[in-house]
């Protein structure tokens, strides 16, 4: 995990104080995080799951925070020469929601995504990669700015893909299947 360290000079009276103020760096939103959201995009563009002529399957109730209504694909990927599970989910909201199988374009939210990295790439969290992408494939951030892929809130027990995904049951953080070797 990279640390940052910045000095902070402040004046106090006729003295002069100096504290340190430690800043972490978030464990998701980096240059790397986002250059391989970037493949993961560009393999579903590849396999017709994402982008213009995207195959489309039966919408499905949702829930928060994912949507009104979803579609859900599973397949696998290779990625910088790495095989893995890979979960497309579109997420549809708004009032058009309804109208999903009419105009999908105009109903739909964001993309979200799971993909199984390679062994190693974070152990405790079952090695998934996780990322936001908006319909047009752009990233989605946080209300912070910081770009929603990678590792999403890793470390925050409260929200975020990990937190929400660490509970589903069958120990692989999926809640819609307990197979994740496709």
């Not at 990279?2 to 106090?12: D, E, I, S």
């Not at 980096?30 to 213009?52: I, P, R």
């Not at 990669?129 to 890793?154: E, H």
Request: charged fraction near 20%.
């Amino acid at each position: 995990m990279t640390k940052r360290y910045a000095a902070t000079l402040l004046f106090a009276g006729a003295g002069l104080i100096s504290t340190t103020v430690f800043a972490q760096t978030p464990p998701f939103g980096q240059a790397e995080d986002t250059d391989y959201a970037e493949k993961v995009w560009s393999a579903m563009v590849d396999k017709n799951l994402a982008g213009d002529g995207a195959i489309h399957a039966f919408p499905y109730t949702g829930s928060q925070p994912h949507g009104e209504m979803l579609e859900t694909f599973y397949t696998n990927a290779e990625i910088d020469g790495h095989s893995g599970s890979l979960i497309i989910k579109r997420n549809y909201l708004g009032e058009e929601a309804s109208d999903v199988l009419v105009d999908p374009g105009a109903a739909m939210d964001s993309v979200t995504v799971m993909f199984k990295r390679e062994d190693g790439y974070d152990t405790e969290n079952q090695d998934w990669f996780y990322a936001k992408f908006a319909p047009d494939g752009s990233l989605q951030s946080n209300p912070q700015g910081i770009p929603l892929a990678g590792r999403v809130a890793k470390g925050n027990a409260e929200a975020g893909c990990i937190a929400c995904h660490s509970k589903a049951t069958g120990e692989d953080f999926l809640y819609t299947t307990d197979r994740s070797d496709w």
